[in-house]
T-cell receptor
């Protein structure tokens, strides 16, 4: 079956570092995405990993280990505006052709406190 | 800038009504998707389309149908709305599965069925 697990909620302090974990078990794999979603808004793309290792993008980094079915999103120098839900999504490699189908986790709600 | 628009931000309908949710994207994307998002369940794929007049069932297609007569427009139809279809509906579009072609999301339609 298809399963993506993330913690439901996390709390962190402004200026600190937080790591949001994601584990997945899917029938196929063709990349892992992280999205940010503020309350009442659409998800927006943060990062993409398809090979093992760390991808860094400013204050945000994302790591992937395909053999372990594991990823994490690292947020540094936390700001109040980082309070949002963070969605982990795996691109399904099983469907033929060019379909860019994603399987989403339930999301991690991050609260950044002063 | 990619823009995905949805016809309404908020919609209230009665049980048994036929409901149309419209989505338009302006970036000539081949792939389009309809999701619903519910607390604790995350984003679940209802239907997707990888080309004009092509459609495929997602994970929860029951009670829904779709139409894609033009490349830029993807409509979700609730044939006979029921209270368990009260949800946030999100449309997304993307280029075909290549590299990090992420999905771009519309602002969402919050549908309430009374």
């Amino acid at each position: 079956g298809q399963n993506i697990d993330q913690p439901t909620e996390m709390t962190a302090t402004e200026g600190a570092i937080v790591q949001i974990n994601c584990t997945y078990q899917t029938s196929g794999f063709n990349g892992l995405f992280w999205y940010q979603q503020h309350a009442g808004e659409a998800p927006t793309f943060l990062s993409y990993n398809v090979l093992d290792g760390l991808e860094e993008k400013g204050r945000f980094s994302s790591f992937l280990s395909r053999s372990k079915g594991y990823s994490y999103l690292l947020l540094k120098e936390l700001q109040m505006k980082d309070s949002a839900s963070y969605l982990c999504a795996v691109r399904d490699g099983g469907y033929g052709g060019a379909t860019n189908k994603l399987i989403f986790g339930t999301g991690t709600l991050l609260a950044v406190q002063p | 800038d990619v823009k995905v628009t949805q016809s309404s931000r908020y919609l209230v309908k009665r049980t048994g009504e036929k409901v149309f949710l419209e989505c338009v994207q302006d970036m000539d994307h081949e792939n389009m998707f309809w999701y619903r998002q519910d607390p604790g369940l995350g984003l679940r794929l209802i239907y997707f389309s990888y080309d004009v007049k092509m459609k495929e069932k997602g994970d929860i297609p029951e009670g829904y149908s779709v139409s894609r007569e033009k490349k830029e427009r993807f409509s979700l139809i609730l044939e006979s709305a029921s209270t368990n279809q009260t949800s946030m509906y999100l449309c997304a579009s993307s280029l075909p599965k290549r590299g990090y072609n992420e999905q771009f999301f519309g602002p969402g339609t919050r549908l309430t069925v009374l």
